[in-house]
Antibody
């Protein structure tokens, strides 16, 4: 059973960089055809796809966030990470890491529990 | 790009059936059979209920079914149960930008 767990600071100051790590257990991050993804959800609002990284290391990002987002993978630690630069209060949200199948439609079959990140001075 | 359009809320009584719609365009819902539905209980992560318009992953009750007509996809829940009360989100592949996946705004299902 694959499990994902987000970790990182819960409070980030405006203009700084938000950094989160997702640790994957129950399976190797480098095996299989999956997109390792980040999705966020502001309080009381809907889901917003941030971006993903394939097992090969190729990435895709939401165009609205692309200039500020970097997703990377560390296969030796079975982890992938999110960096979001120049954050503002508008980036306050619950951040989820997730696994999506690398097929058209990219259904997300495993999610982390989510971690609250607040941007405030 | 714009999110897919879902009703803000729907409601039904136990045992009844309800349908949640998800409207997009020919660049997403209407152009492909790659619509997924997720259920989210308060404070929990979303859970995949339907993928590829009408496929139920293993372990998902057959009370949940999906369909699509034109640019609108639908999730139907039959035999409503109290535990079905949750937020539901649709998502679709989209050819309109490099992000290639978009979500609906979510629908709050209330079981009366």
């Amino acid at each position: 059973q694959v499990q994902l767990q987000e970790s990182g600071p819960g409070l980030v100051k405006p203009s700084q960089t938000l950094s989160l790590t997702c640790t994957v257990s129950g399976g190797s991050i480098s095996i299989g055809s999956y997109y390792w993804s980040w999705i966020r959800q502001p309080a009381g609002k809907g889901l917003e796809w941030i971006g993903r990284i394939y097992t090969s290391g190729s990435t895709n990002y939401n165009p609205s966030l692309k200039s500020r987002v970097t997703i990377s993978v560390d296969t030796s630690k079975n982890q992938f990470s999110l960096n979001l630069s120049s954050v503002t209060a508008g980036d306050t949200a619950v951040y989820y890491c997730a696994r999506a199948s690398a097929v058209p439609g990219m259904p997300i079959d495993y999610w982390g529990q989510g971690t609250q990140v607040t941007v405030s001075s | 790009q714009s999110a897919l359009t879902q009703p803000a809320s729907v409601s039904g009584s136990p045992g009844q059936s309800i349908t949640i719609s998800c409207t997009g365009t020919s660049s997403d819902v209407g152009g492909y059979t790659y619509v997924s539905w997720y259920q989210q209980h308060p404070g929990k992560a979303p859970k995949l209920m339907i993928n590829d318009v009408n496929n139920r992953p293993s372990g998902i009750s057959n009370r949940f079914s999906g369909s699509k007509s034109g640019n609108t996809a639908s999730l139907t829940i039959s035999g409503l149960q109290a535990e079905d009360e949750a937020d539901y989100y649709c998502s679709s592949y989209t050819s309109s930008s490099t992000s290639d996946v978009i979500f609906g705004g979510g629908t709050k299902l209330t079981v009366l």
